[in-house]
């Protein structure tokens, strides 16, 4: 197990409806040292045995807690110097490679159809974005977390890699000169 010094890193999951991508946001926690896990609105919550199926555990060890309305959670944080970061797809969206958090930082994940409630981006310091690159437009929302995590619990690390072409279509029917 690696011990880090990083920054402290939370999440708040609102409205989530599926238990299983609960679990899989316990297990994403523990992996990427989230410091607490915040589930809001009627997402679920341990014990149920849905989340340990995907969570192996990882409820069991992961701080987390629960509150009804997430707008109490993000006051309590701001005020406690955290940037709030969600994850959304909107015009305001910045690439989440191309975003430079600061820290204490909490992501902020919506519901799974209907994303984060527009009063909660409203409370926002940032709004980040994971560019999709194929004929979907959208991710699993536990799916979508961890991708976010790791680039937050590691900014700038690939930088290195050469830039997207956004818009290029993934896949092309051969042509001759491709053949």
């Known amino acids: 197990m690696h011990t880090l010094t990083q920054p402290k890193i939370r999440v708040l999951g609102h409205n989530i409806r599926s238990l299983w ?25 341990p014990p149920r045995k849905e989340i340990t199926k995907t969570a192996l555990g990882a409820e069991e060890f992961v701080p987390w807690e629960h509150h009804d309305e997430p707008l109490d959670v993000l006051r309590e944080l701001k005020a406690e110097g955290f940037m709030i970061v969600s994850l959304e797809q909107t015009e305001r969206s910045v690439p989440l490679l191309n975003f430079s ?11 799974e159809i209907k994303g984060v409630r527009e009063d ?12 999709m690159l194929g004929k979907k437009e959208s991710l699993n929302v536990a799916v979508a977390a961890g991708i976010a995590l790791h680039a937050l619990r590691y900014p700038g690390k690939m930088s290195t890699l050469p830039p997207i072409e956004y818009g290029r279509p993934y896949a092309t029917t051969p042509t001759a000169e491709t053949r």
């Open 120 to 131: 909660l981006l409203d409370a926002s310091d940032a709004i980040v974005s994971i560019p």
């Open 101 to 111: 958090p600061s820290y204490p930082l909490c992501l902020l994940l919506g519901n």
């Open 21 to 45: 991508n609960v679990g899989s946001l316990f297990r994403t926690c523990d992996a990427l040292a989230v410091e607490k896990l915040y589930l809001t609105g009627y997402t679920g919550r």
